[in-house]
């Protein structure tokens, strides 16, 4: 398998707190996408991250196999017509106000004629708790905008690399 190569194509870090962290005129000249988030709980909002593909909210319908790690256990809920994925299943990670990482890669963003497919994993420094989740889309459009949602505190980043 030929070495992939990532390129930094946009870096965003909240000043204040917020609840949207908007990455927009995404380039399209990649194969692929590969989202790095790393957040803190601003304490007000939704504490499970979420993501949105080109402001599409109810309309972006999702379906989803994904799996929480509890370090003893596994469970997760497969769910379909889900207007957001939600990458973090019932742990709450950035209510516990520790930093998340969370990884999205994107599957050939710029496709105008194949669903989209992602690959997710979440968790944080002081838990056992861990998420993955694989994703498809209704969107056979280019992806250009991904919104996160969550309670974020000032100086969380997100950058996204293009995959050659």
Not at 19 to 48: C, E, H, M, P, W
Not at 64 to 71: D, M, N
Not at 154 to 161: E, F, L, N, V
């Amino acid at each position: 398998m030929p070495t992939q190569t990532f390129v930094a194509i946009k870096t965003v870090t909240l000043a204040s707190n917020a609840t949207f962290l908007d990455l927009t005129n995404i380039n399209q000249s990649y194969k692929d996408l590969f989202l790095v988030l790393n957040a803190r709980y601003s304490g007000s909002g939704v504490s499970q991250p979420q993501m949105q593909f080109n402001g599409l909210g109810s309309n972006g319908y999702w379906t989803c196999i994904q799996e929480a790690h509890s370090g003893t256990s596994i469970s997760g809920p497969n769910y379909s017509n889900q207007g957001t994925i939600s990458f973090d299943y019932n742990i709450g990670v950035l209510a516990a106000g520790y930093p998340v990482l969370l990884t999205t890669r994107i599957f050939d963003y710029t496709s105008t004629n194949r669903r989209k497919q992602t690959r997710n994993t979440c968790g944080n420094e002081n838990s056992t708790h861990r998420s993955t989740g694989y994703h498809q889309n209704t969107l056979n459009s280019p992806i250009t905008e991904i919104r996160l949602i969550g309670g974020f505190a000032a100086g969380t980043t997100a950058t996204i690399y293009g995959v050659i």
